[in-house]
């Protein structure tokens, strides 16, 4: 742990983002060069209805399109700041309860199809359908209707008006093309050809998937919103975080996000690379199973009891533990949210850290040590469980032996299970896991705690809801919050909610960390979105005079 500490004093030059590297045209005429990514592991999907992890919005956000985009300023309430992409332009009904959006006509089809306002209609139908499975269902449910008045015209209709209608509409959905995936639904989504080769309409191309390897896009030159300024980008994947750091260092990759404070030092020492720290929308967690995993009919039998889960809450010093994990680049985490949002009260209460508490709180409850063997039980069984965590994360790794090691001191049991990412990852949607480290990349607007902690999210099979937390209550200020017509109500209903959730406790919030990037000298980049650092790729360049061997490689068609 002291040589986490010892990252503070390392002298690494964090720059600031935002510089422009030129115009349009300046682009076009010296685009070329390829940009590396190292990233955990293989996205789950290329489908955006079925894609949650980050690999898989990456690719998603550079090879698909929405109606509009968000803009720097992650404004959420209105439509101030979007930009338009396959939506030229949008009209508001006089009573707001409809918004027409008018596309591109020149927007077409990587395959050369033109887009039209049906696209946008099957695009609604199939996120929406409950055959699809979308954890982003609920994310829409605020739409009633999709029409297409013209073939370049897709009107949405709202069942009631909410600051939230233009976010609703354009941020959820990456429009998707209906003549590719027309007849095919349900299951048959998730092994379709278009899961694994996606026809987009982004500034990027699918080339080519090789599982475990790489996933290589190429610029799409002749794109209705100009060629972008690099000519390929590749994701390499490591599951393993040492290996994709490696990979970095060793100069086969270009960009590493995610950097811990326990590799700063060793960054810092290759001049060939900086480091760029970034605002986080990211927080994670120790989540409780609060289902029993092999008969989900049931509660799980720790997990289940609220006041069981507060005195695991209360028995960790969750301070130290993001101290050393993350060192002085990341904040204790204050709930299922981040303080980013302006929606986010600060002083949210937490149940403090208390072992004493926590001990009286399980003698209570009927959990001691009858034997002596320093766990507690209760009729014969035993105050343990597993902690699954991905062995893609540093950070992660060590909170979980941290909180082993506290969590023993009160008398209980937990086995560490370090799983791969993509196992990882099957367990925590398959709910077949006790408690697991997880973490949550968050949208611009709060509106997605719906989906991740709701019970739309708990009972829908494919939700994103892994730890089945219900609790009507904070559904109800939820939904308050997200039709809101006042910032103070809105922030009022969202503290409600995140109150009631810290008080039932369905995890324990850990570190709100900063996001660290590391990337190669060459690279110019014009600004990492907190909520989407890849947002802004196609408007990256290398200079010509700064670009090495594989900057030179032809683009695969």
Known sequence: MSAMRQALAIPVLLFAVGACSGNSRDRADNAGGTLVISVGGDPESLLPPLSSTVPSKIIGD??????????????????????????????WANDSMSI?????????????????????????????????????????????????????????????RSPMQFYDAVNTMSI???????????????????????IGTGRFRFVRWSAGQSIQLAADTTNYRGRPGLDRVIMTIAPDFNAALTRVLGGEADMLEQVPATSLAELARDTSLRAELTPGLDYNFIQFNLRDPKRRSRPHSLFGDRELRRALTRALDRRRIVQNAYDSLASVAIGPTVRAYPTTDTTLRQLP??????????????????????????????????????GSSKARNTMAVLAQEQLRQIGVKVNIEQLDFAAFIDRETRRDFDAVVGGWHVEASPGGIRQT?????????????????????????????????????????????????????????????????????????????????????????????????????????
């Not at 020149?106 to 699809?132: K, N, Q």
């Not at 449910?141 to 009107?155: G, N, R």
């Open 100 to 160: 027409a959006f008018h596309l591109d006509s020149s927007a077409r089809w990587h395959d050369g199809v033109p887009v039209r306002s049906g696209d946008v209609r099957f695009t609604y139908h199939l996120y929406s359908d409950s055959t699809t499975g979308s954890p982003f269902a609920a994310s829409i449910a605020s739409i009633d209707s999709v029409t297409t008045p013209d073939s370049v015209t897709a009107a949405f209709w709202f069942h009631a």
């Open 453 to 557: 902690w709701g019970t739309p999210g708990s009972r829908a099979t494919s939700g994103s809801n892994y730890g089945s937390y219900e609790n009507p209550a904070f559904d109800a200020q939820v939904d308050s919050a997200l039709s809101a017509g006042s910032f103070g109500s809105r922030r009022a209903h969202f503290t409600s909610a995140y109150q009631a959730i810290i008080d039932d406790a369905p995890a324990i919030w850990l570190a709100e960390p900063k996001r660290i990037v590391a990337v190669h000298k060459r690279i110019v980049m014009t600004g990492l979105r907190p909520d989407a650092w890849w947002a802004n790729i196609a408007e990256w360049t290398i200079p010509a005079d700064k670009r090495i061997a594989r900057d030179h490689a032809a683009p695969a068609r």
């Open 62 to 91: 550079l090879v698909y399109d929405r109606l509009a985009e968000i803009g720097d300023s992650m404004n959420t309430v209105g439509d101030a700041g979007f930009r338009p992409r396959l939506a030229k332009s949008w009209t």
């Open 176 to 198: 998707l093309p209906a003549h590719a995936l027309e007849g095919v639904r349900g299951t048959a989504l998730r092994t379709s050809a278009i899961a694994r080769a996606p």
């Open 353 to 390: 850290f208390s072992p004493d508490a926590a001990r009286k709180t399980l003698d209570s409850l009927g959990w001691k040590d009858s034997d002596g063997d320093g766990v507690r039980d209760r009729s014969g069984t035993k105050l343990k469980f597993n902690l699954a965590v991905p």
